[in-house]
Structure formats: structure tokens, C-alpha cells
């Protein structure tokens, strides 16, 4: 059986004046495993993630972190987990070295300070003060505050925002090896690339609601792939086999350039290179390609929003404004 290291059950948060953030989310998280919440502002992460740290109670649900109810045991699942939230409020004027020096204090079993610092590539700037570091270097120092107690389990709330393309790089590979080396985190990123890198499973939060969950090779292999290509002068859509025929769900034209959508990708691809062959037309442009997290996203929280306001919501203004912008979208 597996080891669930963290434990959600139907969890619930208000706050004060009746908001209701999260509205009953179910999850599991195993030992080992690096799960990425994700979800469009303020979808209720943050919300959740400080339930699952122990910074506040529930109003209604379950919550279970190695074994423990975080608030209410806080004690027993403190020392064993490791926390980066969105903002470190480190004190501005204690340089690096000091701020890891007093929080190691207050961390029991704390591996060495320069080792932490050296893990996330900030040993160097050991003698600055905080208040000169930059924003990626801050994010920096939350992350080695985070790693100071070797926590079992990590809560990244946001880890590489702020950070430049190497950095973030820099930090993924490091996640990794805590991953491999058998280190549970919990990831929350507004950048849908570093989840489908590092994530194994992941949720999609929308206002408070898990509106999808899977491994993420489902979620992204439960949306369409799509074949964009441009026609030569004097061909048209209508000259393509019937696009129901070839596995084509949708399609939509921009002057000459096409772009079908597919669950079936290899039929419809097949389906149309063997028509461009025999008709002895060439297909300028072409591009054959599953989708992406990020795709898969937009489309799930762009489903929600669509069946909440029905056709008078956002999505159909959106749906308008891509009309003026000269595209048409068909759903065959
Ligand atoms: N202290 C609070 N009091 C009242 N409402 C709050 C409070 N904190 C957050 N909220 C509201 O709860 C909702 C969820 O916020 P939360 O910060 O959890 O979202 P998030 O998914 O982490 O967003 P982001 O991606 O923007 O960080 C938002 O509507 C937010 O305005």
C-alpha cells in the first residue's frame, strides 16, 4: 500500500465575512512524490497549502500530514516539514549568513548553514544583507531556510518566481535530487512548465474547486492535439476529406493557415498527409503537435468559467473578441 504522506479530505476554508476559498478539495499525496497544485489567482492555493502547514484550521474537512492533523498537532509535523512561502519577511537588515545562522537555531537537527546556502547557490552572497539581495537571491534564501531542518516533506509555495531561466533551471534540478533522494514536496507555480517537469500527479484548482487531478501525462493526454498547416492559393477547406471522417473534432481558419483539433492525432494526421499526397499539394507551414499543461490549463479553467456563466459569461465574450480578430472557431 502506498504511503500517503499527505492526506486531504473534503477541506474547507473560510474567512472572516463568510469568503469561502476552498469549497471541499480531496487529495492524496504519496511518500516521494512531487505533486504541483496549480490554479488561475486566487483559485485558493495559497488557502489550501496554509492549511496543510498547520498555519490554520479548517472549517470543515480533513487534513492529514505524516499522519498528523498539522494545526492541531503541530508539534509532532513541525519539525518534519519544510516550508517556502511566497514571501520569507526575512528581518532587512541581518545579512544571509545571520538569518541562516538564527533560523538554524530554532531548527532542531538542522544541517549546516553553509551547506543549505550552498544547495540553492547563494553561499557566495553569505556576508550581504538582505535587504541588498535581489528578488530571485530572496527566493534563494526562503528555499535554503526551507531545507535547513532536511525536511521529509517540502511546501514550495511559488519557488522560481522572480528567478531568471538558469536559476530556475537550477532550482528544478535541485527539487529533483531532493525528490530522488526520497523527499516529498508539494509544489504550487504559476508556471505550467516547471510542473510538467518536475510534477508526477498533479490538481488544478478553480474558485476553491479541484476541477481537474490525474498524473500529468493524463491531464494533458485527456485534451486535443491539434494540426496546423497552410493551404497553397486556389485550395480551401472544402477540399479536405470530410473532417468528422479524418478524427477531426474542431477546426478553426485564418486566412489560409488551418488548424484542426484531434483526439485522434495519428488518424488525422495520417488522414491528411496521405490526401496532400494524392491531391499533390503541399502543406506550407506544417505543425503536428500533442498538447501542452499549458494548453491542457487554459482549457480546463476556460471550461469551468464557460459551464458557471453559460453563454452570457466571460468565455463568450472572449469567443467574440477572437472574431474581430479575424479567426473563426468551428466545433464539428
Ligand atoms: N485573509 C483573507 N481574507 C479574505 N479573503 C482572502 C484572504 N486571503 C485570501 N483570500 C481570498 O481567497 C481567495 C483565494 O486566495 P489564495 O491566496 O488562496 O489564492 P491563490 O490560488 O494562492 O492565488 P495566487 O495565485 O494569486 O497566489 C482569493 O479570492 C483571495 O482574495
Known amino acids: 500500500m502506498t504511503d500517503q504522506v499527505i492526506d486531504v479530505t473534503d477541506l474547507r476554508r473560510v474567512y472572516g465575512g463568510g469568503f469561502e476559498a476552498v469549497r471541499g478539495i480531496s487529495f492524496t499525496v504519496g511518500r516521494g512524490e512531487l505533486f504541483a497544485l496549480l490554479g488561475t489567482n486566487g483559485a485558493g492555493k495559497t488557502s489550501t497549502v496554509e492549511l496543510l502547514e ?36 526575512f528581518p532587512a537588515e541581518l545579512t544571509v549568513g545571520e538569518t541562516a545562522q538564527m533560523w538554524a537555531g530554532c531548527t532542531s537537527g538542522a544541517r549546516p548553514v553553509a551547506e543549505a546556502l550552498e544547495m540553492v547557490g ?3 552572497r553569505s556576508g550581504v544583507r538582505v535587504k541588498q539581495l535581489s528578488g530571485g537571491e530572496k527566493r ?19 519557488p522560481t518566481t522572480g528567478l531568471d531561466a538558469e536559476g530556475r533551471r537550477e532550482t528544478w534540478e535541485l ?31 478553480h474558485e476553491g474547486r479541484i476541477a481537474a487531478e490525474g498524473r500529468v501525462a493524463d491531464v494533458v493526454a485527456s485534451q486535443p ?73 487554459l482549457r480546463i479553467a476556460k471550461n469551468v468559467e464557460h459551464v458557471e456563466n453559460g453563454a452570457s459569461g466571460p468565455n463568450a465574450a472572449a469567443g467574440r473578441s477572437a472574431g474581430r480578430h479575424g479567426k473563426k472557431e468551428m466545433t464539428v
Open 54 to 89: 498547520g498555519l490554520a484550521a479548517p472549517a470543515a474537512g480533513r487534513v492529514r500530514v505524516l499522519g498528523h492533523d498539522p494545526y492541531t498537532e503541530r508539534a509532532k509535523v513541525r519539525p518534519r516539514i519544510g516550508v517556502m512561502l511566497q514571501e520569507g519577511g
Open 122 to 124: 547563494i553561499a557566495k
Open 140 to 158: 534563494r534564501l526562503d528555499f535554503a531556510m526551507a531545507l535547513l531542518g532536511r525536511p521529509e516533506v517540502l511546501f514550495l509555495d511559488e
Open 175 to 205: 527539487v529533483r535530487q531532493l525528490r530522488d533522494n526520497g523527499t516529498t514536496v508539494l509544489l504550487t507555480t504559476h508556471y505550467l512548465e516547471e510542473a510538467e517537469v518536475l510534477a508526477e500527479r498533479l490538481a488544478i484548482l
Open 225 to 297: 492535439s491539434h494540426i496546423s498547416f497552410e493551404l497553397p492559393d486556389g485550395y480551401f477547406l472544402g477540399d479536405l476529406p470530410p473532417l468528422a471522417e479524418l478524427g477531426v473534432t474542431g477546426h478553426e481558419t485564418a486566412g489560409r493557415r488551418i488548424k484542426l483539433r484531434t483526439d485522434e492525432l495519428q488518424r488525422a494526421a495520417t488522414g491528411l498527409l496521405l490526401w496532400a499526397r494524392d491531391a499533390r499539394v503541399e502543406l506550407g507551414s506544417l505543425d503536428v503537435r500533442a498538447a501542452t499543461l499549458e494548453e491542457a490549463f
